[in-house]
Nanobody
Framework: QVHLVESGGGLVQAGGSLRLSCAAS????????MGWFRQAPGKERAFVAAIRWSGGSSDYVDSVKGRFTISRDNAKNTVYLQMNSLKPDETAVYYC??????????????WGQGTQVTVSS
């Protein structure tokens, strides 16, 4: 079992930045790929970014490329999502997940409870 806890969400103006963190505990963290997903009101949970356990390979949805950066520190059992130039339509609950590297919800076994990100215009 891997327990994930996100933090760092909040209210930010359009164009601003936030850094989300996801702390893992339980089973070995370094063996899992880690992903960030987001769910806006009335929408499905959608892929944002993922990183392999080694940290050497990452993937992003096109809409965040060049603005968001995913990283991980296996020594601290923590994964991060640096979000810059945020847009109002990126208001959502952001979730981190651990599992097999990919873009699909079903590829991830463990999920955090989510952290709210609100971007005001």
């Amino acid at each position: 079992q891997v327990h994930l806890v996100e933090s760092g969400g909040g209210l930010v103006q359009a164009g601003g930045s936030l850094r989300l963190s996801c702390a893992a505990s339980g089973r070995t963290f370094s063996g899992y790929a880690m992903g960030w997903f987001r769910q806006a009101p009335g929408k499905e949970r959608a892929f944002v970014a993922a990183i392999r356990w080694s940290g050497g390979s990452s993937d992003y949805v096109d809409s965040v490329k060049g603005r968001f950066t995913i990283s991980r520190d296996n020594a601290k059992n923590t994964v991060y999502l640096q979000m810059n130039s945020l847009k109002p339509d990126e208001t959502a609950v952001y979730y981190c997940a651990a599992g097999y590297p990919g873009r699909l919800n079903g590829e991830y076994t463990y999920w955090g409870q989510g952290t709210q990100v609100t971007v005001s215009s």
